[in-house]
């Protein structure tokens, strides 16, 4: 009898296992939804779209093309009540004419008249990009822009004097050491999403390479509002 007993009474427990497993993965938490834009402001598209970026804390991309000062030339009232950041941002595309997409994780918002010198940086790709140690963003988008400039131009030398303004508060992000194969854009993508995140606008220049100021991409960190601001602010 207790031999008969065994088998059913383990059948038993190995149902109550599963149905205990099965529990808890059915208990697992979901992922926290996006926060939502909500917003009333006349400012230009860069400045609202900065603010979508800051409340929500999506990793976005802008790439201008010829004509940069769409994105400041005017200025209207932009209304977003409980958006969440795709449908906010698809807005702000269909405003400048630019197409939205995501790319890797970043909202990637590009101009229709990109210039072939601009795409050409920023598909330029990197064998080897040394990263270097724990730096802040701006640090960052300079060793971007100092790369750039040496492999595009090959210069017989190439040094920088100048001094990189921070606040105080400015918070510092870690890549690999060491990236192999990437883009200039997939760098900035990854800066984007590291850390508290951010927004990365390319300042490369249709088409002059007379300095490495005209292969900038700028990257701005959610983490440092008032940076963020200063970087992404449209002068009228």
């Known amino acids: 009898m207790e031999l008969r007993l065994l088998p059913a009474m383990l059948c038993f427990f190995a149902s109550v296992t599963a149905h205990n497993v099965t529990s808890r993965r059915a208990a697992a938490p979901s992922p926290p939804a996006p926060a939502l834009v909500n917003l009333s402001l006349r400012a230009a598209p860069l400045e609202i779209l900065r603010e979508i970026g800051f409340q929500t804390r999506v990793p976005i991309g802008i790439i201008p093309g010829q004509d940069s000062g769409a994105l400041c030339r005017t200025k209207k009232t932009f209304v977003f009540l409980g958006e969440d950041p795709r449908s906010a941002?698809?807005?702000?595309?269909?405003e400048l004419h630019y197409?939205?997409?995501?790319?890797?994780?970043?909202?990637?918002?590009?101009?229709p008249d990109v210039t072939s010198h601009q795409r050409d940086v920023l598909d330029h790709r990197f064998r080897v990009y040394r990263y270097g140690r724990k730096s802040i963003l701006q640090m960052v988008s300079f060793q971007l822009q100092e790369a750039l400039w040496v492999a595009?131009?090959?210069?017989?030398?190439f040094g920088y004097g100048g001094s990189i303004y921070h606040s105080a508060?400015?918070?510092k992000i870690s890549l690999p050491p060491v990236l192999h194969?990437?883009?200039?854009?997939?760098?900035?993508?990854m800066v984007v999403k590291?850390?508290?995140?951010?927004?990365?606008?390319?300042?490369?220049?249709?088409?002059?390479m007379a300095s490495p100021d005209d292969l900038t991409i700028q990257i701005s960190s959610y983490g440092d509002p008032n940076q963020l601001k200063l970087d992404l602010r449209c002068q009228q």
């Open 169 to 171: 508060d400015a918070p």
């Open 152 to 157: 595009l131009t090959n210069p017989v030398s």
């Open 181 to 189: 194969n990437v883009t200039a854009q997939e760098i900035a993508g």
């Open 89 to 94: 941002l698809d807005a702000m595309a269909q």
């Open 99 to 111: 197409t939205l997409n995501e790319e890797d994780g970043v909202f990637l918002l590009a101009a």
């Open 194 to 208: 590291a850390g508290p995140r951010g927004i990365y606008l390319s300042r490369i220049q249709p088409s002059r």
